[in-house]
């Protein structure tokens, strides 16, 4: 009965784990599109005839993050959920 509860108690802390990760994940995405954005937006700004390139290549690397956030917190639900 007590090695019951006690992986009773390692599945709830495995659980709030995965939410935090969640969470760590989405923060860290958010804070890196937007270091992306900044610095897009200043390079436009000290050169505009190259705003085309400096524009796609943001895309491309905003895209990247949003794809390791993604995998990030599908990982976190499976633990959750699985």
């Known amino acids: 009965m007590l090695t019951l509860a006690i992986l009773l108690e390692a599945a709830g802390i495995a659980k709030l784990g995965a939410g935090i990760g969640a969470g760590i994940a989405a923060i860290g995405a958010g804070l890196g599109i937007g270091n992306i954005g900044k610095s897009a937006l200043e390079s436009i700004a000290r ?7 400096i524009r796609s290549n943001m895309i491309v690397a905003a895209a990247l993050i949003e794809g390791v ?3 990030a917190v599908v990982v976190c639900l ?3 959920f699985v």
Do not use: C
Request: charged fraction near 15%.
């Open 78 to 80: 499976l633990i959750l």
């Open 47 to 53: 050169q505009p005839e190259s705003a085309n390139d």
């Open 69 to 71: 956030a993604f995998f």
